[in-house]
């Protein structure tokens, strides 16, 4: 193929095409075409392009930022586009080009200069927090590249660290120290500064309560006298968001349904912390007509009395919440558990009052297709599933699965109880999920102890609270002091033969050194329970017990003189026991009450009879501290023609 210039004969070019295939010939008709252009134009082609410099970065993913390529024309600007899009990539301290003319063109390379890469990181200043709680806010590393932009974004992760500790004055710069092999030590310079708390908290907008009471809803505060002891002061954002809905909810429960409370406006000054919050109370309104409607399982009168809200009360929307949740468990112990109860509130401006309509849809009745167990690696499956009080092909009740959750609780097994319910094979069924995280149950206890009655003295148990998985518990005991020591061994099977009977014994030796007279006792009990209702236990124990009184002293009662020798006790004991704590050990809510009848006198040498009453009551307070209530107290009539020894009877103290 020739080309010819009109002009002049001179000017004649040839170009050859070679093709071999038919599926490249109109590739090859581009190339030759493109060449062509830059013959009739006068432009000049590149040749070719290549990356010198670079060390650690592979060519390839250098070029991947060129979009110059062989065979292109050679446009400057277009080279310079591809100079900054190299340099964008973060890892290269200089970039130029150089070009040289060859035969074919020109002869593009990018000479690259890499940064440094980073040997080290370094903290200096820092006292709030250490290296590695500052490193791993941070998201640049050791060997990483020694990028401006990327440690002037992690100065900024610095101070917003310890701006979440309230050190507002914090400032962070850094400095590097070139080293060979074109690396870098990397130091960042910590000025902490004084920590910053809250000087004032102030309201706009509030009328009918005061700053106090309102400050008194949030768990936000100012700083007080004790604030370099205490935390009080310290500002929280995510503390200081949910301060405002308690805000919101403290007016909506308080009848001003339509009140608004702004975003918090937060200043910042060398020296303290001020935040404003503004109010738009609104009007406070009362309850007007309350009632039920959709889909009533009840008589309509029966509903009605399960609501706390009533006619002529300010509203409150707690109490209207508590209302759908009661509403909510009456129709989810009949089996629908994905009715939807709502309330429909219409306000009277004028008369100031809301009328309170809670709509019912029931939805579907559900049942239990499948309970799933999970994460029970020890514990085996039926000592779970007898405590929930639901089952397999039942109806749906949500207070019967909650009371089982609770109940696993009780067990002490379990760190947590993870319950989720899905949809079943059809739409009226569900699989309860249940994933369960296991805490250890073996105990080991080792102590020791002054105390005016026995001066001092050791303790050792070790106990298992579910003995291989089975919810047994087996217990093994032994106290020494100068006046006492005791060994026990007991053992408690909670479900004999897999129904709701408790089964156990006891076997004791206690020596003790009383003032007047030592006592050595060898005994043992036998146990049995069983459910009378949830939470309702009755007991039935027979215990035998032989004690040796010896060394009394001759100025002691003629009672304890009577007990000297061997003194036999053969006796049955009923008790009835409510337990609704929700623990066994270090409760926080619930009561427990104990009444029983201890008779002695079935052979043996002691005859009696005992009865105790015992209540204990559990109340969670703050800062998750729990009250307690507990008395104890007891009567002992001695049977006649028998005797009651010493050891038996009650004494104050």
């Known amino acids: 193929m020739k080309v010819i210039e009109p002009f002049t004969i001179e000017g004649t070019s040839t170009f050859f095409l070679d093709v071999e295939g038919i599926e490249n010939l109109l590739v090859s008709v581009q190339k030759v075409s493109r060449d062509i252009g830059f013959k009739l134009f006068e432009r000049t082609k590149i040749a070719e392009i290549t990356v010198a410099g670079n060390k650690r970065i592979e060519v390839d993913a250098i070029e991947r930022y060129i979009n110059t390529k062989p065979g292109d024309a050679y446009v400057p600007s277009r080279l310079s586009s591809d100079l900054k899009s190299i340099y964008s990539m973060g890892y290269f301290e200089d970039i130029r080009i150089e070009s040289k003319d060859t035969p074919f063109g020109k002869a593009i390379t990018f000479y690259v200069q890499e940064k440094p890469t980073i040997r080290r990181i370094e903290f200096k200043g820092n006292n709030i927090y250490d290296d590695k709680e500052i490193m791993d806010a941070l998201n640049i590393k050791s060997g990483s590249i020694l990028n401006i932009f990327s440690i002037q974004k992690n100065l900024i992760r610095i101070e917003d660290l310890y701006k979440e500790k309230n050190y507002h004055n914090v400032t962070a710069d850094y400095e590097v120290k070139e080293l060979e092999n074109n690396q870098g030590d990397l130091l960042f310079l910590v000025q902490e500064g004084e920590k910053v708390k809250i000087e004032k908290i102030a309201f706009e907008g509030n009328v009918v309560y005061t700053d106090k009471e309102l400050k008194k809803q949030m768990k936000t505060n100012e700083k007080g006298f004790w604030s370099w002891l205490t935390n009080s002061g310290e500002l929280e954002k995510e503390v200081l968001n949910q301060d405002t809905v308690k805000l919101r909810s403290f007016y909506q429960n308080n009848g001003f349904i339509e009140a608004k409370i702004a975003e918090p406006i937060v200043e910042y000054q060398e020296d303290m912390i001020s935040i404003k919050i503004k109010i738009d109370e609104g009007s406070k309104f009362k309850v007007g007509k309350v009632s039920v409607a959709g889909d009533l399982l009840f008589p309509k009168i029966e509903l009605m009395e399960n609501l706390k809200i009533t006619r002529n009360e300010f509203y409150n929307r707690e109490v209207v919440r508590n209302d759908i949740l009661t509403l909510s468990d009456l ?71 909650k009371r089982g959750i609770r109940n696993l609780y009780r067990l002490e097994f379990f760190e947590d109880v993870r319950v989720d319910t899905v949809e079943g094979s059809t739409d009226d069924q569900i699989l309860l999920k249940i994933n369960v995280i296991e805490k250890p149950t073996g105990n080991f206890m080792f102590g020791g102890g002054y105390s005016s009655v026995d001066y001092g003295y050791l303790t050792a148990a070790i106990s298992q609270n579910n003995l291989f998985g089975r919810g047994q518990v087996l217990e093994l005991k032994t106290t020494f002091s100068m006046k006492s020591s005791t060994y026990s061994l007991s053992f408690t099977e909670p479900y004999l033969f897999d129904k709701s009977i408790s089964a156990g014994f006891d076997i004791y030796n206690q020596n003790r050194d009383f003032n007047d007279y030592d006592k050595s006792s060898l005994g043992g009990r036998l146990r049995l329970g069983t459910v009378l209702r949830e939470y309702t236990r009755l007991f039935w124990s027979y215990s035998y017990d032989v004690s040796d009184i010896s060394n009394i002293d001759n100025d002691v009662s003629d009672l304890i003189k009577d007990s000297r020798g061997t003194n036999v006790t053969s006796a049955t004991t009923v008790s009835l026991k409510y337990d609704s704590r929700d623990r066994r050990f270090n409760p926080r809510d619930g009561h427990f009450d104990t009444v029983s009848v201890e008779y002695a006198g079935l052979g043996g040498d002691v005859g009696f009879t005992k009865y105790l009453a015992e209540s204990g009551w559990y109340y969670p307070l703050f800062l998750s501290t729990v009250g307690m209530l507990h008395g104890k107290g007891g009567y002992v009539r001695e049977h006649s023609n028998a005797f009651l020894p010493d050891y038996d009877r009650f004494y104050l103290g």
């Open 331 to 401: 129709y989810s112990d009949e089996g629908y558990a994905y009715a939807d109860i709502y309330p429909r509130i219409s306000k009277d401006v004028e008369n100031l009052e809301v009328n309170i309509d809670y709509v019912i849809k029931r939805g579907k009745k559900v049942y239990f297709e499948s309970i799933i167990i999970t994460g029970n690696n020890k514990t085996r499956d039926k000592v779970i599933r007898r405590e929930l009080r639901v089952y397999e092909q039942e109806i749906f009740s949500g207070t019967r699965l």
